[in-house]
């Protein structure tokens, strides 16, 4: 029995530690707007905006917050989820700008809400696309 609680005490702090290492934040964020997302991060979702590539293709994501600050980075083939969070300034914001690209095209560009999906897909032959969906 105490092996059995032990594995599960490993397995649920490797989830964790994946989780919040595929969330990122606006670069505005304060330490009180850090310190009150991870108060959530057990309930993905909230104010966030989740991104997954369930495709052969890594692809890059830019995102435009609505006050004109950036952020980049890559998911992998088949990686874990990524989450992007859009509360800040101690309030969560509806939408941001979000461009998801391949090594050779744009799969999807456009204005997201907080609370979607966006699903990248594989397509055809050795290609990708992207499906956005409300949860």
């Given at each position: 029995?105490?092996?059995?609680?032990l594995?599960?005490?490993v397995?649920f702090?490797l989830?964790?530690?994946?989780?919040?290492?595929?969330?990122?934040?606006?670069?505005?964020?304060?330490?009180e707007?850090?310190?009150?997302?991870?108060?959530n991060?057990?309930?993905?979702?909230?104010?966030?905006?989740?991104?997954i590539n369930n495709s052969?293709t890594?692809?890059t994501v830019f995102?435009?917050?609505?006050?004109?600050?950036?952020?980049?980075?890559?998911?992998?083939?088949f990686?874990?989820?990524?989450?992007?969070?859009?509360?800040?300034?101690?309030?969560c914001?509806?939408q941001?700008?979000?461009?998801?690209?391949?090594?050779?095209?744009?799969?999807y560009s456009?204005?997201?809400?907080i609370?979607?999906?966006?699903?990248i897909l594989?397509?055809l032959?050795n290609?990708?696309?992207?499906?956005?969906s409300?949860?």
């Open positions: 029995m105490k092996l059995k609680s594995l599960f005490l397995c702090s989830f964790t530690n994946v989780f919040a290492a595929n969330l990122h934040m606006s670069p505005k964020a304060t330490a707007d850090k310190q009150s997302i991870s108060k991060l057990t309930y993905p979702g909230y104010c966030q905006i989740e991104i052969f890594d692809v995102g435009t917050y609505d006050d004109g600050s950036t952020i980049a980075f890559d998911i992998y083939s990686d874990a989820p990524h989450y992007v969070s859009l509360f800040y300034n101690f309030y914001h509806s941001m700008y979000i461009t998801v690209q391949s090594p050779f095209y744009t799969l456009g204005w997201t809400n609370n979607s999906t966006i699903r594989p397509y032959k290609q990708a696309k992207a499906e956005v409300a949860r």
